[in-house]
């Protein structure tokens, strides 16, 4: 079975342009978690999609960030215009189902460099 | 606002000595508590869970984490460590009662075993 899948694994950008990140969850997770971890801190949330829809979007930072989940299957995050401070590792991560308890299976991340 | 703590950004230990990872939260209600674990050019892998029961929770690779409520802990041990085992450990919560799944993470702590 193959794991959650991140494309691309790096990108270099300049400040103010714009970048999109796509995640490939595990087939048949419905719940789909993005996370972001600045260096030298802590990983943190960003949202959540149930299937196509946005379940708690609470840690998105502002409006330059965009997601989306159509027909519930893949994943984009759009950053538009990029910032220096956006940058870090961008972790997907997908469950079966929803709730505290369930695993969440994450991909190797996608590293931002804004310049 | 939840929070976890862990303590060392960096333990180094001989292979075949023991290792314990510290970790605290800061919660008044109920949290689920999880390891995981990182290793080089990979993604976030679950090594153990608590979620009820008992204290003393098992995991893969030989690591075990012991769960205390009135210290609000979870540390992580493994009583002879691995070459293998070097990469950053992850301590996270989520919520029993809040947002569904978001895990809380603390800052990692790298493990770095020599020969």
């Known amino acids: 079975e193959a794991g959650v899948t991140q494309f691309p694994s790096h990108s270099v950008i300049e400040k103010g342009q714009t970048v999109t990140l796509r995640c490939d969850p595990i087939?048949?997770?419905?719940?789909l978690y993005w996370y972001r971890r600045v260096m030298g801190k802590e990983i943190k949330f960003l949202l959540h999609?149930?299937?196509?829809?946005?379940?708690?979007e609470s840690g998105m930072p502002n409006n330059r960030f965009l997601a989306e989940r159509t027909g519930g299957t893949y994943s984009t995050l759009k950053v538009q215009p990029a910032e220096l401070e956006d940058s870090g590792v961008y972790f997907c991560?997908?469950?079966?189902?929803?709730?505290?308890?369930?695993?969440?299976?994450f991909g190797p991340g996608t590293r931002l460099t804004v310049l | 606002a939840q929070s976890v703590t862990q303590l060392d950004s960096q333990v180094p230990v001989f292979e075949e000595a023991p290792v314990e990872l510290r970790c605290n939260y800061s919660?008044?209600?109920?949290?689920?508590l999880f390891w995981y674990v990182q290793y080089p050019n990979q993604g976030l892998q679950l090594l153990l869970k608590?979620?009820?029961?008992?204290?003393l929770v098992k995991g893969i690779n030989g690591f075990e984490a012991e769960f205390n409520k009135s210290q609000t802990s979870f540390h992580l041990r493994k009583p002879s460590v691995h070459i293998s085992d070097t990469a950053e450990y992850f301590c996270?919560?989520?919520?029993?009662?809040?947002?569904?799944?978001?895990?809380?993470f603390g800052k990692g702590t790298k493990l770095s075993v020599k020969p």
């Open positions: 991560a997908s469950s079966q189902d929803s709730g505290a308890t369930d695993t969440q299976y």
């Open positions: 087939s048949g997770h419905d719940n």
């Open positions: 999609f149930v299937k196509e829809s946005k379940q708690d």
């Open positions: 919660s008044s209600v109920s949290v689920y």
């Open positions: 608590y979620l009820s029961g008992s204290t």
């Open positions: 996270a919560v989520s919520d029993r009662w809040g947002s569904q799944g978001n895990l809380i």
